[in-house]
């Protein structure tokens, strides 16, 4: 089985920075995409940041400048360096692993468990 674990969030004031860090452990052969996704009290789950094998990048609009995502291939491990906080940006942040090849065969998407970022003074 695929398992992905989240790391780095917490209580941080307005204007600072976070990273958070998601590793794919299991039986791997290779990973596709990853991405970064956020979930508000009371709203639906969005993407925040993707990330292709090959490094391409894609943001939603309300991070671009402040949020920079990466990924170590040789660690099925994906990063999200959060810049100049906001309140709005407080959510439980959730890592995806999508077109995961396993060693016994099969493909499929991933998902973490999620970790908390909570932006307030």
């Known amino acids: 089985q695929v398992q992905l674990v989240e790391s780095g969030g917490g209580l941080v004031q307005p204007g600072g920075s976070l990273r958070l860090s998601c590793a794919a452990s299991g039986s791997i052969f290779s990973i596709g995409a990853m991405g970064w996704y956020r979930q508000a009290p009371g709203k639906q789950r969005e993407l925040v940041a993707h990330?292709?094998?090959?490094?391409?990048?894609t943001y939603t609009n309300s991070v671009e400048g402040r949020f920079t995502i990466s990924r170590d291939n040789a660690k099925n491990t994906v990063y999200l360096q959060m810049n100049s906080l906001k309140p709005e940006d407080t959510a439980v942040y959730y890592c995806k692993a999508e077109n995961v090849r396993v060693v016994a065969g099969g493909i499929g998407d991933y998902w973490g468990k999620g970790t908390l970022v909570t932006v307030s003074s």
């Open positions: 990330i292709y094998n090959g490094g391409t990048t």
